[in-house]
């Protein structure tokens, strides 16, 4: 059975549930990352509120950005009878979080599931992700792999946690609207500490690519200039909408300590030219690094990868909502917003 007619009005595909606004584009590595967290997140999220489970991640990247594909979630989310609306509901969650719910009442079952969470997530602890110390750099390449991979495990409890967070947070704004209570765009604790010139913990701001270092460790926070304040200004901080965000930026401080020393040892090994040629491989095939010898593809694989990637950077960020417009191949923001991106409002 089709979804209702909120569904139908969605748009192709939305990244707006976790990185809305202007964004750079990401790594070959670091948008098939993304993808495999989100799959992961997506599987968490959805066993928690009795929905089917994707087999396959319901996403598409384009411009080297992920998006969250809305005809994928809307065959997998599929009422399963009359009366039915827990799909309905959670589409709009997923696709748009701007939105306002059109349902009269959710399902009792995913009403009850999403009061358990959102109880649970506020009183929880979110932990801080610690990075462990890499394997030194002469160490068994697969082996080193397998710490980087058991790194990313290890992360991924508190990742799911924090991406249902964002579902449970979305589901509830959507039901404000519709009961006409004022619902503003919010910030991540972390940014609006910022924002307020509080103690803010630079780790968890960043681009999410572990390509680009963090605030913590890069020049790229921005200033705070007229424009990047207003951007803001009066925006209240939210307690789990924008906790993907910020602790997948922390997350993945942690996994590229572990990585880069990968990168490191396949260049003395003569896997790789230059370090930084690691985060042109997609994240399936990362563990290559630890061949014995350079797999013939690699070279052509990268060159091709990092030429994409250096265009992009010179072209505009596509929007947050794809509607398989033609304009959307120019895009319409601006490079230079992308530093202030984990300051972006979440709808």
Not at 167 to 193: D, H, M, N, Y
């Amino acid at each position: 059975m089709d979804l209702g007619l909120e569904s139908r009005d969605l748009p192709k595909a939305s990244r707006t549930l976790l990185f809305p606004g202007p964004i750079a584009p990401l790594s070959h590595f670091g948008v098939t990352l993304l993808r495999h967290v989100l799959i992961t997140g997506l599987r968490a999220a959805f066993h928690h509120l009795g929905l089917p489970l994707p087999e396959q991640a319901p996403v598409r990247i384009y411009r080297l950005r992920l998006y969250l594909d809305t005809g994928a979630l809307r065959i997998l989310l599929q009422s399963r009878s009359e009366g039915d609306t827990e799909g309905d509901e959670v589409l709009g969650a997923l696709i748009d979080p701007a939105g306002c719910s059109r349902a009269a009442r959710s399902a009792s079952r995913l009403r009850g599931a999403l009061w358990f969470h959102r109880t649970r997530l506020r009183l929880g602890r979110f932990p801080a992700p610690q990075p462990a110390s890499p394997l030194p750099i002469h160490s068994d390449p697969a082996q080193m792999w397998r710490v980087t991979r058991q790194t990313l495990t290890e992360l991924l409890p508190t990742l799911c946690d924090a991406f249902l967070a964002e579902i449970v947070a979305s589901t509830t704004r959507r039901r404000q609207r519709f009961r006409g209570i004022p619902t503003p765009p919010c910030l991540g604790p972390e940014a609006w500490k910022w924002v307020e010139e509080k103690n803010a913990r630079l780790a968890f701001l960043g681009a999410p690519d572990p390509l680009v270092s963090s605030w913590e460790n890069s020049g790229t926070v921005p200033k705070r200039d007229k424009k990047t304040i207003s951007l803001v200004t009066k925006v209240p901080v939210h307690p789990l909408r924008g906790r993907f965000r910020e602790h997948y930026r922390a997350a993945l401080n942690a996994f590229r300590s572990q990585y880069e020393v990968l990168g490191e040892s396949a260049v003395r090994r003569n896997i790789l030219e230059r370090q930084s040629d690691a985060y042109f491989l997609p994240f399936d095939l990362a563990g290559d690094l630890a061949a014995p010898s350079r797999p013939a593809w690699l070279d052509d694989a990268i060159a091709s990868n990092r030429k994409e990637y250096e265009a992009l950077q010179s072209a505009p960020s596509p929007p947050e909502l794809l509607s398989g417009e033609p304009e959307e191949l120019t895009g319409s923001s601006a490079s230079e917003q992308w530093d202030a991106s984990p300051l972006y409002p979440m709808p």
